[in-house]
């Protein structure tokens, strides 16, 4: 596995959950940051031209949403 895998994310999105169960069904291991419990995370996410969640982001790739087929090019580009 080369990128790490972050999932900006908060409770009860339901596209967030589509997005943390497709990555562990395709046996990515990610990091979960809720915006909801830190500034910091909201401003990373918006320092990647977002303004709302999910937002996943591994190396130089982001995807905002549950995107599947932009989700695709980013796990193979994690080194799934």
């Given at each position: 596995?080369?990128?790490?895998?972050?999932?900006?994310?908060?409770?009860?999105?339901?596209d967030?959950?589509?997005?943390?169960?497709?990555?562990?069904?395709?046996?990515?291991?990610?990091?979960?940051?809720?915006?909801?419990?830190?500034?910091?995370?909201q401003?990373?996410?918006?320092?990647?031209?977002?303004?709302?969640?999910?937002?996943?982001?591994?190396?130089?790739?982001?995807?905002?949403?549950?995107?599947?087929?932009?989700?695709?090019?980013?796990?193979?580009?994690?080194?799934?």
């Amino acid at each position: 596995m080369s990128g790490q895998v972050i999932v900006y994310s908060t409770a009860n999105c339901s596209d967030c959950n589509q997005v943390k169960q497709l990555l562990t069904e395709q046996g990515v291991s990610f990091e979960v940051r809720d915006v909801m419990t830190s500034t910091a995370y909201q401003e990373e996410v918006e320092q990647l031209g977002f303004m709302g969640v999910p937002v996943t982001v591994s190396g130089e790739h982001a995807v905002k949403g549950f995107n599947l087929p932009e989700l695709k090019v980013l796990i193979e580009a994690a080194g799934k």
